[in-house]
């Protein structure tokens, strides 16, 4: 089996989700492009910027194997006027979490084969962007940022064997976005696959904070959870699930997954999962398994591969 997702413009602000009905499933979802055979597009995070509403995704391709980030730019009539990659490395990039700071737009996407955590600003939003801060020299999956009570936090997985990404959350916190960022006291903070690694744009609603994540106990990225955030301070940490978010209902065809819940202001971005049996999917395997070979002989590289999204 191989994942096929697809993102979704859902034209009601975030705080809907928390609501008891959520988000509205038959109201008129923008679909972004379907990427064709193998390939598929995730974790959709956007803003409004130069009259655009922005887009930026992972670009994956099974055949290939490695994530980029990519873009897509509608206008006020949900019409695609630009497309094209915003970040390409040599290695897995996807996540591509977005900070508006002032008049300053930033990225933080997960690129855990690297070994670090790298911020990156817009030099020609969505198009050019330069990094500008190494925020953590770990393998993080999944960081995602909020200021807070007078603080940054981060909320992050960390890649490991066992499916440690799927496990275990961790928190950091600083006083300015580019760091010094420390580790929570207690981290990993929560454990268990059913709500510990993130799934989008943490939420402020009437001072309190809920972050979305995954639900991976059926399997990577099959729905969200969305957590709200009870205590929070550099030595202590509680969180309650108040509502599970399931892909059903969203797009034909796509029930297998949901795992990304981001803020665009007046709209929401969100994907879905379809699990496909292609008949090439044991090349596909073999590719993987050539690629997993190389990587552990590229020295200070992780050696295992971690879900993509």
Known sequence: MIDIWRVGIVPEPIEKALNPEGLDKKSRVIWLPDQ??????????????????????EFYDHRVGRGEIHYYSYDAAWRLKERGVALRQDFHLSY????????DIFMLPEAYQSGRLTLYQAVDFPRTWRPVAVLMEEPAVDATVVRHQDRWWMFHALHGQD??????????????????WRGHAA??????????????????????????????????????????????????????IVRRL??????????????????????????????????????????????????????????SEAPSG
């Open 36 to 57: 064709g055979p193998f390939r598929y597009i995730a974790d959709p995070f956007g803003l409004a910027h130069d009259g655009l509403f922005t887009v930026l995704v």
């Open 187 to 240: 981290n990993p903070v929560r454990t268990g696959r059913e709500s510990s690694r993130p799934g989008g744009s943490p939420i402020v609603h009437n001072g309190q904070l809920y972050l979305p994540a995954q639900d991976c106990v059926a399997g990577y990225g099959s729905a969200l959870h969305l957590l709200r955030i009870d205590e929070l301070s550099p030595d202590a940490f509680s969180a309650s």
């Open 163 to 180: 499916g440690r990404d799927l496990r275990e959350l961790h928190v950091a916190f600083a006083d300015d976005l580019t760091g010094p």
């Open 246 to 303: 399931s892909p059903e209902g969203w797009l034909h065809g796509y029930r297998d997954g949901l795992h990304t819940l981001s803020d665009g202001g007046a709209v929401t971005l969100i994907d879905v999962k379809r699990n496909k049996r292609p008949r090439m999917r044991h090349v596909i395997k073999m590719r993987k398994w050539l690629r997993r070979q190389l990587n552990r002989m590229r020295p200070g590289k992780p050696v």
């Open 96 to 103: 591509p979490h977005l900070i508006r700071q002032g008049e």
